[in-house]
């Protein structure tokens, strides 16, 4: 069997070199090694109840169920603690959202992820402000994304199935049968890229809607809060005592790894608001989130390259998502399992 390139280690290329682990498929991933990537600052969130009309995520269940056992699984078997189970609050922004919120909970399918008798006070009158209450979301938490994806580069290069490098759309020669790269043969190259792989010419028609973001590290003391706080911007404890605060969302933006000084500004404020205690901040760090329009996830084959694949279009829900979208592009491209409905990339040309 010859083996597949996966171009790009993010979540979306490490979930897909699991999956063919798992099916003993040979694989080789080449990645570009850089030190700040979306997958590897991000904060990994997985939380059921989001944006401004407090919507259920939608298949947040099913997604999860499935989500939980593949990180447990790469836990055990790399001898690594990565998915953190953590409650979440959600606090009102305002006096209105409050009498919103008491309609969402009529709805049977949000129930089983609300805290139905949370601690009363919510939260700490000393350390949060949240003078319009807020709820408590349950099957919320974390994944260490670096330390996930360090753990799993480790082990696949043990493998001899890991390769820095940054491969060019002209060094990879496609036929019917094969894609070739620095003299090797395989069967198929799947791009993983990020929202870089809009800039590449066999994709420069996928609708990205690329969104900048800055994530904030910093210490404070939240005097054993560990519960993943939100209201504006976000504040989560990691299991190293440092807060994870974020984030900023741009979507027009000159270079990746600048930052809009008046969005980090307007993060800065809404962290005073929130928080009554002080904050100091250690290190900030920028990313681009691979988002598509309408937030879609796309996976599948290209419309005329049949040996060239792609998955991409996680945005801020990578850690959710990458199991399962890798999970139904191997079962696609191995067993020809159908794509759900409106995610095959070649259906949006």
């Given at each position: ?26 694989f080789l991933i080449v990645d570009r090694d850089e030190p700040v990537t979306s997958s590897k600052v991000a904060a990994g969130l997985f939380t059921p109840i989001t944006g401004m009309r407090l919507t259920l995520n939608e298949g947040y269940g ?29 606090l009102f922004k305002n006096a209105e959202e409050p009498s919103r919120w008491a309609k969402r909970m009529l709805d049977p399918a949000v129930k089983p992820f609300v805290q139905a008798h949370p601690r009363l006070p919510l939260l700490n009158a ?224």
């Amino acid at each position: 069997m010859e083996p597949r390139l996966i171009i790009g280690q993010g979540l979306a290329g490490t979930a897909v070199a699991w999956h063919l682990w798992q099916r003993e498929v040979p694989f080789l991933i080449v990645d570009r090694d850089e030190p700040v990537t979306s997958s590897k600052v991000a904060a990994g969130l997985f939380t059921p109840i989001t944006g401004m009309r407090l919507t259920l995520n939608e298949g947040y269940g099913s997604r999860l169920a499935e989500a939980v056992p593949f990180y447990r699984h790469k836990e055990r078997l790399l001898g690594q603690r990565f998915l953190h189970a953590r409650p979440a609050v959600r606090l009102f922004k305002n006096a209105e959202e409050p009498s919103r919120w008491a309609k969402r909970m009529l709805d049977p399918a949000v129930k089983p992820f609300v805290q139905a008798h949370p601690r009363l006070p919510l939260l700490n009158a000393e350390v949060f402000d949240a003078p319009n209450g807020g709820f408590q979301m349950k099957h919320a938490g974390y994944l260490d994304t670096a330390a996930y994806l360090a753990a799993s580069r480790a082990f696949f290069e043990k493998l001899g199935c890991w390769q820095a490098a940054d491969i060019r759309s002209e060094e990879l020669a496609v036929d019917a049968d094969k894609v070739a790269w620095e003299g090797r043969s395989f069967g198929e190259v799947i791009f993983c890229q990020g929202w870089e792989a809009g800039r590449h010419p066999w994709f420069d028609w996928v609708p990205f809607a690329p969104a900048r973001g800055t994530i904030l590290t910093a210490s404070g003391d939240l005097q054993g809060e560990r519960r993943i706080v939100n209201c504006g911007c976000w504040v989560a404890a990691r299991e190293d005592g440092m807060l994870r605060i974020g984030s900023t969302y741009e979507l027009k933006f000159d270079s990746p790894h600048g930052f809009d000084p008046a969005k980090l500004a307007e993060l800065y404020q809404q962290i005073k608001r929130l928080l009554k205690v002080p904050v100091v901040i250690h290190d900030q760090q920028t990313a681009v989130r691979p988002t598509i329009t309408q937030q879609r996830t796309l996976i599948g084959r290209h419309p005329a390259k049949r040996r060239v694949a792609f998955l991409n279009g996680l945005g801020s829900k990578g850690t959710l998502l990458a199991p399962h979208f890798a999970r139904r592009l191997v079962e696609y491209l191995l067993d020809g399992e159908p794509i759900p409905a409106g995610m095959d990339v070649a259906g949006n040309l």
